[in-house]
């Protein structure tokens, strides 16, 4: 049974920071491209960030760019994310995404809400 389990998030001030972890389970975690997506209330969900199997391969939404950054520790089988210099439109669910091309498989994690509000 494969189980994409997020943490990490909160409710954070304008400007600060958090850092998200997305632990995989019940996959072979190498096979499988990485990702995080996040839906605000009453929109649609969007890719903010994902990573290649390896790591050398990451592409960011305009949006998040050069406030967050992705990495993935393939022995601990997890994805992390890390978000600088929050705004306010970033609170949303954030969800992790494992995606195998391969095996035409993809999975979600069951999202963690991250709310900035002073």
């Known amino acids: 049974q494969v189980q994409l389990v997020e943490s990490g998030g909160g409710l954070v001030q304008p400007g600060g920071s958090l850092r998200l972890s997305c632990a995989a389970s019940g996959l072979t975690f190498l096979n499988y491209a990485m990702s995080w997506y996040r839906q605000a209330p009453g929109k649609e969900r969007e890719l903010v960030a994902g990573i290649g199997r390896i790591g050398s391969s990451v592409n960011y939404a305009d949006s998040v760019k050069g406030r967050f950054t992705i990495s993935r520790d393939n022995p601990k089988n997890t994805v992390y994310l890390q978000i600088n210099s929050l705004k306010p439109e970033d609170t949303a669910v954030y969800y992790c995404?494992?995606?195998?091309?391969?095996?035409?498989?993809?999975?979600w994690g069951q999202g963690t809400q991250v709310t900035v509000s002073s």
């Open positions: 995404n494992a995606k195998s091309f391969a095996s035409r498989s993809e999975y």
